[in-house]
């Protein structure tokens, strides 16, 4: 009966050890979950700013074919005018 207590407190320590163990595994999982998604999060940025420099180029030059017939139009219509 003197080795039941004994018995009994390196049970509980043996348990809050798991216990913690546990805790640590899923705060691991967690945290690989965070990262993941951060991860993703910034190739989808760098996606979107490589759209949004492709979009800006496009428009540039729009913009530019735009105003040059505009002009060439213009020419045009008072040259027949």
Do not use: W
């Not at 320590?13 to 546990?22: A, F, K, N, P, R």
């Not at 690989?32 to 030059?61: G, Q």
């Not at 074919?65 to 005018?81: G, I, M, R, T």
């Amino acid at each position: 009966m003197n080795n039941t207590p004994h018995i009994s407190s390196t049970l509980y320590t043996y348990v809050q050890i798991l216990q913690l163990e546990s805790g640590m595994t899923e705060k691991d999982l967690d945290r690989d979950k965070h990262m993941k998604a951060a991860r993703h999060a910034k190739e989808k940025l760098a996606e979107n700013d490589r759209d949004r420099k492709e979009l800006n180029d496009e428009y540039i030059a729009l913009k530019a074919n735009f105003l040059a017939n505009s002009s060439q139009l213009d020419k045009e219509v008072l040259y027949y005018c």
